[in-house]
């Protein structure tokens, strides 16, 4: 009850203040205080939390994946532009926090609750949409559907950052996160590797060149850092890397030997057919240790091809991320049935 409490006081925080931040940021922006300010805040949000959690004697496992959430979220509120869109991922991450927590305790108390994650993102994100309809009316405020994405962007990173540092005993949540990282900074280094700036250049077969280039470097990372999170659950995983070289050898000869098409055309194409030529490749390895492994082909497929939106609007990071979250999903689902095949029966026992 009490966490119910303080998360209805956290909302009223919320949008009780709606009009009067507008005004104490804009004061803080004439002085050149606004960046600083939410920096303050923001490192001392990080260090209660950190200063908490460093009481349950996390492990050496639990710390290295923390850091890598607190990484995520520097990168993520790098890229929001403005400290008022900042502070979304804030306040929506605490409110995420609290029904998290309310939901998880109610289950301990003998209470149904089917599935706390996902109820606690879909009520944050409802809280958000609230929030956006109360500016709408306010003066000097106004309705952004981009801030309803941050609100629920945030209480999915809440979320899936708290499940991936808890201690599990299978894979699960920790995998997909540390595989949707390996994803997202695989596609950042290609991009830096490569230099896919080129891609702006009128040169029709320079630009055909970068983008084919960058498809197979990212590929390769991709693979490369997804060997290091599969060689302990798989047999072969080293296999695992030559699949990339393979997709893109046939992602080449596919582009280049038809001529080329138009660039948008060819890098929707590339991405489209090395999705789903690794994902055949690397089912061959998966087909004889997981059952239904099959799935793994479409996986790969459509989460490369998803990633394309993603990559235009936010950054290659992005296509990385939404490739990491499909694939990742599928293949935590995979290894959770081969490990429930593999279990004894109780008669067995």
Known sequence: RRLWVWTLAVLVAIYSTLGPARVLA???????????????????LVAAVGWQWAKQRPGWREIGVAIGVLLAYLAVLARIQTPEERTHLIEYGIVAALIHQALLERARNGRHVPKPAALTVAATALLGVLDECIQAVLPNRVFDVRDIGFNAFAGFMFVAARLAIAKQRGPGWRLWFLWLMASAWAWGMAVVVTGLG????????????????????????????????????????????????????VVGGV????????????WILGTGVYGAVAGILQWLILKPQIPRAGWWVLASTVGWVLGIPAGEAVGWNGLGAVYGVVTGTVLVLLLRQKRRTAEPSPAVA
């Open 26 to 44: 804009d004061a803080l922006r004439e002085r050149n205080l606004l960046g600083i300010s939410f920096a303050v805040a923001l490192a001392v």
């Open 198 to 249: 080129e891609l702006s250049l009128r040169s029709s077969p320079t630009r055909l060149m970068a983008a084919f280039v960058g498809v197979a470097v990212a590929g390769i990372l991709v693979a490369a850092l997804q060997w290091l999170l599969l060689r302990k659950r798989i047999t072969g995983a080293v296999r695992w890397v030559l699949t990339s070289f393979g997709a893109a050898a």
């Open 255 to 266: 582009i280049f030997g038809v001529g080329g098409f138009g660039t948008d055309t060819a």
